[in-house]
């Protein structure tokens, strides 16, 4: 009975593998609006005043970023999770694939989160005269959790990897 249960739980971790087949479709949305705020900066590239070019630009920025940890997140955390992934010889392997353990991809994660964060509180500052005084507050609070946690999580997981050794 315990071995039952046992290869049971093992192998319910396939349950995760269509979630992070998932996140591909979320990646392709994130490409979808890509190039649709691309193509709105192409239309407008001629009358558009450059602080709102500079606004649809951190925008592409952060998109692409979000995509970027998608993959991160997709990938690791299949290998990590799920199964090792097969690629075969002749293709291309990323070099971070299969060197990423989960305290690695929680921190690059901290990490990503923290810099798409200060891209967002850019476009708020960029348009500053738009927003409230006790918003921009909020925002810069929110920006300053983000970056304190990324610390806190860094500091910690250094503790644990210097109280292993």
């Known amino acids: 009975m315990e071995k039952m249960f046992e290869t049971l739980m093992y192998r319910s971790r396939w349950i995760l593998a269509p979630i992070y087949l998932g996140l591909s479709v979320a990646v392709l949305a994130l490409a979808i609006k890509f190039f649709i705020e691309l193509a709105?900066?192409?239309?407008?590239?001629?009358?558009?005043?450059?602080?709102?070019?500079?606004?649809?630009?951190?925008?592409?920025?952060?998109?692409?970023?979000?995509?970027?940890?998608?993959i991160m997140v997709m990938m690791s955390g299949y290998e990590n999770f799920v199964s090792q992934l097969d690629i075969d010889e002749d293709e291309e392997k990323l070099s971070w694939l299969g060197k990423m353990d989960s305290s690695s991809l929680k921190?690059?994660?901290?990490?990503?989160?923290?810099?798409?964060?200060?891209?967002?509180?850019?476009?708020?500052?960029?348009?500053?005269?738009?927003?409230?005084?006790?918003?921009?507050?909020?925002?810069?609070?929110?920006?300053?959790?983000?970056?304190?946690?990324?610390?806190?999580?860094?500091?910690?997981?250094?503790?644990?990897?210097?109280?292993?050794?």
């Open 40 to 70: 709105h900066l192409m239309l407008e590239i001629w009358t558009i005043k450059e602080v709102d070019m500079i606004l649809i630009v951190l925008t592409l920025i952060d998109l692409a970023m979000v995509g970027g940890l998608l």
């Open 107 to 165: 921190a690059k994660i901290a990490a990503a989160i923290v810099a798409i964060s200060s891209i967002h509180l850019l476009k708020v500052f960029m348009g500053v005269e738009n927003i409230s005084g006790e918003n921009l507050k909020w925002y810069v609070i929110i920006h300053l959790t983000f970056v304190g946690s990324a610390f806190a999580m860094g500091y910690l997981d250094a503790l644990t990897k210097h109280g292993k050794h």
